[in-house]
């Protein structure tokens, strides 16, 4: 079943796919999902994932680290702990280059 739009325009969804043989965690934003994303196999891997151990280490720039609690980027750290590429949409080309100076 898919998403409300209303539900999807209202929502920041955590939401998974596989490409290339590697695993993505993105949010939503309160944007539309691709078209391929289920809400009840979304919901089904989220439950699942929460009871995956840590298996990678996370490390953040010093700038990075200060937008994880100024902005809660804590899903993102959880599900890159859990082996995952995490990934939002950022708009702001300056917040872009100093994540990753």
Known sequence: MKYRIDYEMTHDIDFFFKYKGKYYHAASNGQRLPSFIDSTDNRELQMKIEHF???????????????????????????????????????????????FE
């Open 53 to 99: 151990e840590d298996k990678c280490e996370v490390i953040w720039s010093s700038y990075a680290r200060d937008l994880l609690y100024e902005y809660d980027m804590s899903s993102f750290e959880f599900y890159a702990k859990r082996g995952f590429i995490s990934l939002d949409r950022i708009v702001n080309q300056t917040l872009v280059s100093k994540i």
